[in-house]
């Protein structure tokens, strides 16, 4: 998850990086941690907490398969991949785009690979006039380089609804989400395997028939990556705002045996504490819930329920640590 911001970026000023030294200082007091020593032991292994900041750049996943690096959003944590991409030496790009408000394309002018002749890049959407928005950063305006100064090729594929398309054995699916404009969620499906992207999304729509023909895309995954921007208290106001609450998505991954949920899209003036303290509401939130869906936890040798985790920049998942569903039911 090379960026895991909602809506802006979010810069760490001195003073809150100050008060979490402070509290991890505090923290390790509590721990019985006595010399500088063990305190960067302790924060280089998360001892203390994982991890010690939330960042950062606002929206892109990278899905790696095999030899397929697929991206999903261009938010600036597609300019910071830039670096690593380089130094592997790689030419050729699949980018995935759920919608084209700024903080989702917003990475793109800074993506080095764009500079340097012989580069391919492929944007899959489905909003019609995604070319038109996506190019129109490269006005010379807004942006120094214009659309036809870029070194790179960059082409668009329009996507249905629904329609997979295929890298090797590899599907991706894009459908609905709730969201002001319209987003489009992505699955992925390989081997057994499965995630999906559910950013950005309001979830308006939440029982099984409302999501209707969305629904089999939230079926028995292994990981839904999850728009938990507002906490429930904060969801009123901010209706039609187009993102939703982690205990929204817990409830959506018990119901559908969703082995575990990434809460991502974190709101730019919630600090790491408030994001704990989300956390901390989801988890009770599930263990509160359980009972309910016993039987669904029970088939899938998961008693506890879904794992739920916090996005930071720099996260990285791994599937194939999970028994393939395949092999289970
Ligand atoms: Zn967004
Ligand atoms: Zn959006």
């Known amino acids: 998850m090379?960026?895991?911001?909602g809506s802006l970026p979010r810069a760490i000023t001195n003073d809150s990086f100050v008060s979490l030294v402070d509290k991890y200082a505090k923290d390790a007091e509590k721990a019985g941690l006595s010399t500088i020593s063990e305190f960067r032991n302790a924060i280089r292994d998360g001892d203390l907490a994982t991890p010690l900041v939330f960042g950062g750049n606002t929206t892109c996943n990278e899905i790696i398969y095999k030899n397929h690096r697929i991206f999903v959003d261009m938010g600036t944590g597609f300019a910071e991949a830039s670096s690593e991409v380089m130094a592997q030496g790689r030419t050729e790009f699949?980018?995935?785009?759920?919608?084209?408000?700024?903080?989702?394309i917003m990475g793109m002018p800074f993506f080095v690979p764009l500079y340097i002749p012989g580069t391919k890049i492929t944007i899959y959407h489905v909003h019609p006039h995604a070319p038109e928005f996506i190019k129109i950063q490269f006005n010379g305006v807004n942006f120094p380089v214009k659309w036809d100064q870029l070194g790179a090729t960059v082409q668009f594929v329009q996507l249905k609804q629904y329609t997979p398309t295929k890298f090797d054995d590899l599907s991706v699916t894009a459908f609905a989400l709730d969201h002001p404009g319209g987003s489009f969620g992505y699955r992925f499906d390989v081997d057994g395997y499965s995630l999906a992207i559910?950013?950005?999304g309001e979830y308006k729509r939440i029982t099984p028939s409302d999501l209707g023909k969305?629904?089999?895309?939230?079926?028995?995954?292994?990981?839904?990556?999850?728009d938990g921007?507002?906490?429930?208290?904060?969801?009123?106001?901010?209706y039609d705002w187009g993102h939703c609450s982690p205990p929204i998505g817990v409830e959506l991954a018990l119901r559908e045996g969703i082995r575990n949920i990434i809460i991502?899209?974190?709101d730019p003036r919630a600090s790491e504490e408030k994001e704990r303290s989300m956390l901390a509401q989801a988890?009770?939130?599930?263990?509160?819930q359980l009972a309910y869906y016993q039987t669904v936890w029970q088939d899938l040798k998961q008693p506890d329920g879904p794992a739920i985790h916090l996005a930071y920049d720099?996260?990285?998942?791994?599937?194939?640590?999970l028994t393939p569903r395949t092999k289970l039911k």
């Open 314 to 321: 720099g996260m990285e998942f791994d599937l194939k640590k």
């Open 264 to 266: 991502t899209h974190h």
């Open 229 to 238: 921007q507002y906490e429930m208290d904060e969801l009123a106001s901010r």
């Open 283 to 288: 988890l009770d939130h599930r263990n509160k």
């Open 214 to 226: 969305d629904l089999p895309y939230y079926q028995n995954l292994d990981l839904l990556v999850f």
């Open 94 to 104: 699949h980018v995935f785009v759920t919608h084209l408000h700024w903080d989702h």
């Open 2 to 5: 090379w960026g895991t911001r």
């Open 198 to 200: 559910g950013v950005d």
